[in-house]
């Protein structure tokens, strides 16, 4: 279980995030949904210590996360925009976080389903963004963590793979993992969330099953079930 | 192998296929070999080098470390998600980067040496080059680390890269010879000696100086360095001064590193 408790950061003027409490379920797919710049990825960062807290902490199964990044070891992370150094490969880009981590990999069903094992000597410079996308997908699960966060992960990638990916992301949730998964396009997420927090300008405006939201907002897809919402319909 | 060796040595895998760092060491190769080539002694040569080396190696270093960490931030996002701490991080990107463009330096100067039968003393000479040019290389990564994490902006980083190599370069030479003109009646030799032990650069040429016999064209203060610097005594200043400018900036920069918000 994965509880935020009273997270607060301001940058600048603007306050990103204002006071979120939010409880994550384990073995679920959890979707942070919500407009963009509302702080979907800055909450994944300060859960990760990328990004420090003005206030509150954020817990992982009981304990609290540190500076340290011990805990970091359990979280496979695909971030929004995969830039690496250009003349690294991706079995390079591999090899160097099997090193840093002390772990070899477990679970390389992506990089065959994905179809990357023809572009893994490359040099990431002359992969396309899609290409170096699936690279970043099979790199978050490569070291089958108990706990995956994907921010954005369909994005810039084509049909098939997207399809692929979300394949991937419910067996590996039946398998009892936990995901965290980020999006600003409702519809892409429906398929494989089970649980959703809306986030609108720093705030959880909803936190619940897919279901619940659906239901209260009486919509069929979750796209206008979350756009019913924003617009007030129902402040709860 | 600790995190920070392991993550250092990545970053040479990536820098040593990096056509920019082979064109840097391709440029000093090329100087040194037309300088022993067309000048009339190695001596002038060399002279000539530690200038092309004293200006060049402090702008490479401060310009290329500030755009390689600024545009591997998104990779440090990364790695920072992996169970690492940042100091690990900090440290193994700052010897990755300073080691490889370093070497560069060094094999340049150091490859036409040898192939073209230089004397006993160029060879020396060159060592010493060799030494302040990684010693440099050294302070101005540091500065290029305070640059890259205190400015977010990437134009305004390289601005201030820029700006930096300049002030030490250039503006802080002029800055001293106004002073020493205006106050040419007075003793000014202990200040002035202050002053230049306390710019890297300049610093690093009057070691190289006194290897040369030169200094002795440079009047009543040029004694007093060849005396200092000759001694060990002025050998150790020299290495404190060094191990300062290398260490204070790179020790700020880590600290920005530390508290910065990815």
Not at chain 1, 50 to 67: A, F, K, M, N, Q
Not at chain 1, 72 to 90: C, F, K, T, V
Not at chain 2, 71 to 93: D, Y
Request: charged share 20%; no cysteine.
């Amino acid at each position: 279980m994965i509880q935020f408790q009273g997270i607060r950061k301001r940058f600048g003027a603007v306050q990103v995030l204002d006071g979120i409490d939010l409880t994550i379920r384990s073995g679920r797919v959890t979707a942070i949904v919500g407009p963009n710049s509302a702080g979907k990825t800055t909450l994944i960062k300060t859960m990760l210590g990328l990004t420090s807290s003005d206030e509150g902490v954020v817990v992982i199964d009981g304990t609290v996360t540190d500076r340290e990044g011990a805990y970091r070891a359990g979280i496979g992370y695909m971030p929004q925009i995969a830039r690496y150094p250009e003349n690294l490969s991706g079995a390079d880009l591999f090899a160097m976080m099997a090193d840093l981590r002390r772990m070899t990999a477990r679970d390389v069903e992506l990089i065959e389903s994905l179809g990357l094992h023809d572009h893994l000597e490359k040099p990431l410079r002359v992969l396309s963004g899609g290409t170096r996308q699936k690279i970043n997908a099979a790199l978050a699960f490569l070291f089958a963590p108990a706990i995956l966060i994907l921010d954005e992960p369909t994005a810039g990638l084509d049909p098939a793979s997207s399809a692929v990916l979300k394949d991937k992301i419910r067996a590996e949730q039946a398998r009892g993992r936990t995901f965290i998964v980020t999006s600003h396009v409702m519809s892409e997420l429906e398929e494989v969330s089970d649980d959703i927090a809306l986030l609108v300008e720093g705030r959880i405006r909803f936190s619940g099953p897919v279901v619940d939201l659906k239901r209260l907002t009486r919509q069929l897809s979750l796209e206008r079930a979350v756009a019913s919402f924003i617009e007030g319909g129902l402040a709860a | 192998m600790t995190v920070t060796m392991r993550i250092a040595a990545y970053a040479v895998r990536d820098l040593a296929r990096s056509r920019w760092l082979a064109g840097y060491a391709a440029f000093f190769m090329l100087a040194t070999f037309a300088l022993l080539q067309f000048s009339d002694s190695q001596a002038k040569a060399m002279l000539s080098l530690v200038n092309v080396v004293l200006l060049i190696v402090p702008l490479a270093n401060v310009v290329f470390g500030t755009m390689y960490l600024q545009s591997s931030r998104e990779f440090v996002e990364l790695l920072l998600a992996q169970p690492i701490r940042r100091r690990q991080l900090f440290a193994g990107l700052f010897f990755g980067l300073a080691t490889p463009v370093s070497l560069a330096v060094i094999v340049g100067i150091g490859v036409p040496l040898v192939v073209m039968g230089a004397s006993r003393e160029t060879l020396a000479a060159g060592a010493v080059l060799a030494l302040m040019a990684a010693a440099l290389g050294a302070v101005f990564t540091g500065i290029a680390a305070v640059v890259a994490y205190g400015f977010e902006d990437r134009v305004r980083g390289i601005v201030v890269a820029i700006g930096a190599w300049l002030t030490f370069a250039v503006v802080y030479d002029a800055l001293v010879i106004m002073v020493a003109t205006r106050l040419a009646e007075y003793p000014i030799e202990w200040p002035m000696l202050v002053a230049m032990f306390a710019n890297p650069i300049d610093l690093a040429r009057l070691v190289m100086l006194t290897r040369f016999d030169v200094a002795a064209l440079l009047g009543y203060t040029g004694a007093l360095f060849q005396q200092l610097l000759g001694g060990a005594s002025g050998l150790i200043v020299a290495i404190t001064v060094f191990t300062l400018w290398a260490t204070l900036p790179a020790l700020y920069g880590a600290r920005l590193f530390h508290r910065k918000d990815f």
